[in-house]
């Protein structure tokens, strides 16, 4: 099955007619966690158009594809014909979610905060019909609140309660301290939701204990608590398990060019086609095997189409997916490398392949070099041949070696 366009028509399409049961299949194979799954089914039985929240704190200027994951959750609400409240949290942004953090975040400025306001709709609109999103200032409420009613939602809540939290815990411990409005970050969200009257809220699971105590606030207020759906946090390009983040140098850019993302996507540990086809194409729940075993067995077409969806989906072309992956094709799969696109490698005799690539300066530590050669990513590619080289191997003169899928050098060996 050819996945990349059908899922990428799937993404075009409307669903406003879909029935109940097929519609939940997809939010299904998109969540991690659904909070008061019973009360979203009858949601989406009323036949009304639901409102579903969802927010983001303008702590940095770029978006990668570890934002966009609950986003495309998102915009299958926005297909079903749902009403869409997307809270942009200029306040909470100076906060800063402390969620798995180990310890505080910098302040930010109104200005900083307003810079990276201006480009966060722009890049989410690649993969979400932003026309059809109300956007918000989380602003717009929480100035106005008197600080009498501050203090009854504060009094809500209980401070040994709030320390119930391992990432708090651990700071307390390590004395790096927690603040005061670091405690009070789920109570501003619960605050939106009450502003806006949500009925739904979509985040990653990181927010998981957020949108708990967001709920009992609003219980504390005699309204009905929120459902939750909550999406898995994607691990990055780096094969080291961690999640993608700017910080670990492992993310995919959404402002990256369509080359780099088909190239970026390419790179991605075997372990992650499935996971990565599920966070960023609409895949029914019925599908997922299917979805798992064509990655397990044709991984490398599989990933050529995953990447193809991806840069179709950004530049809502699936043309230009197909050009990027002709291009990578012609690169890579067919040898046909130019000389230009090889970084040299000057090296002494008897130097061993390992100890070659890690003299590049390209590779962060040796543990992240191992893991390349372990998954047979490093590559000799001889005349007509594309064969796993091993670590000890002795490099020889003008040996081409091709790392993962954008690493190419060429050995020189240095008269001594």
């Given at each position: 099955m050819?996945?990349?366009?059908t ?5 075009l399409e ?7 049961p ?6 299904e ?7 008061d799954e019973?009360h ?17 704190d303008?702590?940095?200027?770029d978006?990668h594809?570890?934002h966009i ?11 079903k014909?749902?009403a869409i409240d997307?809270?942009?949290g ?11 953090r180990t ?10 905060i ?14 979400i ?16 609140i008197p ?7 504060f009094?809500?809540?209980?401070l040994?309660?709030?320390f119930q ?18 405690v009070c ?5 619960g605050?939106d ?9 979509v ?6 204990l ?22 898995p946090?994607?691990?990055?390009t ?18 990256d ?35 798992r075993?064509?990655?397990e067995?044709?991984?490398?077409e599989?990933k ?27 690169r ?6 130019k ?9 002494i005799?008897?130097t ?9 300066g ?5 543990g ?7 998954q ?8 007509g ?18 790392v993962?899928k954008?690493?190419?050098y ?7």
């Amino acid at each position: 099955m050819k996945w990349d366009s059908t899922l990428f028509g799937r993404h075009l399409e409307s669903w406003s007619g879909m029935a109940t049961p097929e519609f939940f299949g997809y939010l299904e194979s998109k969540t991690a966690a659904i909070v008061d799954e019973d009360h979203l089914r009858d949601l989406l039985d009323s036949g009304r158009h639901v409102a579903v929240k969802f927010g983001i704190d303008p702590t940095t200027k770029d978006v990668h594809l570890g934002h966009i994951v609950p986003v495309m959750l998102l915009s299958q609400f926005i297909k079903k014909g749902h009403a869409i409240d997307f809270v942009i949290g200029d306040i909470t942004a100076k906060i800063g979610d402390p969620s798995g953090r180990t310890s505080g975040r910098e302040v930010l400025s109104e200005s900083e905060i307003n810079k990276n306001l201006e480009t966060y709709a722009t890049q989410i609109s690649n993969f979400i019909d932003a026309n059809k999103i109300t956007f918000y200032r989380n602003s717009t409420w929480l100035d106005k609140i008197p600080l009498r009613d501050l203090l009854s939602v504060f009094q809500s809540v209980n401070l040994s309660e709030a320390f119930q939290r391992d990432d708090f815990r651990a700071r307390a411990a390590a004395n790096q301290g927690v603040s005061l409005a670091e405690v009070c970050y789920p109570l501003l969200m619960g605050l939106d939701s009450i502003a806006l009257k949500s009925e739904i809220e979509v985040g990653g699971i990181d927010q998981l204990l957020n949108f708990h105590q967001a709920r009992n606030l609003m219980k504390h207020k005699g309204l009905r608590q929120e459902v939750i759906l909550v999406t898995p946090i994607i691990e990055g390009t780096s094969g080291d398990g961690r999640k993608m983040s700017k910080s670990f140098g492992n993310y995919i850019a959404v402002n990256d060019s369509s080359s780099d993302i088909f190239g970026k996507i390419m790179s991605i540990r075997d372990e992650l086609i499935a996971p990565y086809f599920q966070a960023f194409g609409h895949v029914h729940i019925r599908e997922v095997d299917s979805i798992r075993h064509f990655s397990e067995d044709s991984p490398m077409e599989a990933k050529k189409q995953l990447a193809t969806l991806i840069v179709g989906m950004r530049y809502a072309d699936l043309q230009r997916g197909l050009e990027e992956r002709e291009s990578f094709e012609q690169r890579f799969s067919r040898h046909q490398l130019k000389d230009e696109l090889f970084s040299d490698l000057v090296v002494i005799a008897n130097t061993s392949v390992f100890d070659a690539l890690m003299g590049s300066g390209h590779y962060k530590s040796r543990g992240e070099l191992r893991r390349l050669f372990d998954q047979d990513a490093v590559k000799n590619l001889g005349e007509g041949a594309k064969t796993p080289l091993r670590g000890d191997t002795s490099v020889s003169d003008n040996l081409k070696i091709a790392v993962g899928k954008r690493g190419l050098y060429k050995v020189r060996i240095k008269n001594t």
